[in-house]
């Protein structure tokens, strides 16, 4: 890297990272004194942080949910993958499918979660089903929609080669429909957290978000705050990785974007 | 298929399939018993739920807290993403701290939430404000910034001043990205004052699903999620057909 790069870097890093640093030193300093019981001290809420999770707490509450919410956005990820794929390279059941797909998405993804309470108690088999099936129907549409707007070129070139649906389907469609199918794997990776924590509040025991609610609910403020720090620093993460996979993965895409 | 069938639309065909499904799944199938409710119960609570105080009161509140929580947040959203959009500097500064505070979903800040306002509607108000404020203001930012360089460039040529600017580049190039925001954020807002009750007790929809399935209650949670996924769908079809006639010029 030569020093014109590094310098440009670094002012970039300056003028994005003043704010932040000034909101926090604010929040440090104002809430040092205070005695309002429900804004500890941010010192405080640090030392309890750290004797928390760094890494008391971890295998407890932190594992357990990581653990649910990968499983969970991983069938996500194939059901809605595979039965959008399916669903997309016919535009006759597409528009049968829709109507219903289009139902089940408008439904506020947590308020899935009772349904699932009352079908399967409060363990983590409950908290799966409700991470994969909340998060699978973002990344069908995505997929549907991903598949059947295939270039009219590329389907004709497809053809004059003899392609066989299902080389059609993996080497063809797929590949080009996956700009748009990573618009809904990032939907669903979202709703997959949202409901994750969800899951945690209502069906209380083990897990992050219901040990965070449990610290609520017996007015132990200092654990809420570190509870609340860490799964908003959980959110940014996940965004953060999410957007590094796709941006390694869709390479090819932006490349292509920036000849035309 | 047979020419009077091919005449209905897709859409009716694959609901009442649907329904047949569903109510077969939850009398014979492998769902049967107390804790599915089939097509025929859940419509039948929901039609007794429409008849009732009761409900009328919970939606409003829900409503409530959604319209309320809209409007502070572009009280709040719209100046201040104009203001930080207007120079380079200050949307680079803000960027990454409101991309921050985006990506942090409003259900994680419910239990802070609780202890400091406690389990009511003002709650739920604040969440909708939590879950809108960032993101508006990084989309009404980025359409300032997002105006028509030539244009910029010409009126610069004429000496045109801010005021000028403002009003034939920048607003035109913002309202575009406002109403965007605005759109996600309606039904955003339904969602998260659902949410603000189911978790957080604020009232409204999602307390009394909360509940309704706590006490056991199939028949009436499914009628819930039923009135939430035709609503959900009505509003977000309502959204789509009106941002098309009211930014005609953007063609998105």
Partial sequence: ?260 | MPAVLRRIPAGVISTVVALIVWQIIGSVGPLAGDSFATATEAIAALVEFLGQSDFWTAVWQTLQMAIIGLLISVVIAVPLGFLIGLSRFSYRSTKFTFDFLKVIPPIVIIPIAILVIGPDVKMGVVLVVFANTFSMAIQTAYGVRDADPVLLETMRCYRMGLAKQIRYARLPSAAVQIGIALRLAISASLVVSVVAGLVGGAGGLGSLLALTQSSGNADETYAIILFLGIIGVAVSRLLVRTQRRVIFWSGK
């Fill in chain 1, 1 to 260: 890297m030569n020093a014109r790069r590094l310098w440009r870097w670094l002012l970039a890093i300056l003028v994005a990272g003043w704010l932040p640093v000034i909101l926090i030193t604010w929040w440090w300093k104002s809430s040092a004194t205070s005695d309002n019981p429900f804004f500890p001290p941010l010192e405080m809420i640090w030392e309890q942080f750290k004797l928390n999770w760094v890494f008391t707490n971890v295998p407890i509450h932190l594992v357990p949910s990581l653990e649910n919410l990968f499983t969970g956005f991983a069938i996500a990820v194939v059901v809605g993958i595979g039965l959008g794929a399916l669903i997309g390279t016919s535009a006759g059941a597409a528009r049968y499918v829709e109507p219903i797909v289009d139902f089940f998405r408008s439904i506020p993804p947590v308020a899935l979660v009772p349904v699932f309470i009352l079908l399967l108690g409060l363990d983590s088999g409950m908290r799966i089903a409700s991470i994969s099936f909340a998060a699978a129907f973002p990344i069908l549409i995505s997929t549907i929609e991903g598949v059947r707007q295939t270039n009219a070129v590329l389907l004709d070139t497809a053809t004059v080669f003899r392609l066989s649906p299902a080389r059609l389907l993996w080497q063809v469609r797929l590949p080009n429909a996956m700009p748009v199918v990573f618009g809904g794997l990032q939907v669903g990776l979202q709703i997959a957290f949202i409901v994750t924590v969800a899951s945690e509040y209502l069906g209380s025991g083990f897990g992050l978000g219901a040990f965070t609610l449990t610290a609520t609910d017996t007015f132990n403020i200092l654990d809420a705050w570190t509870g609340v720090l860490l799964l908003g620093l959980l959110g940014y993460v996940l965004s953060l990785v999410f957007d590094l996979v796709e941006r390694a993965s869709l390479g090819w895409y932006y490349g292509q974007k920036k000849l035309a």
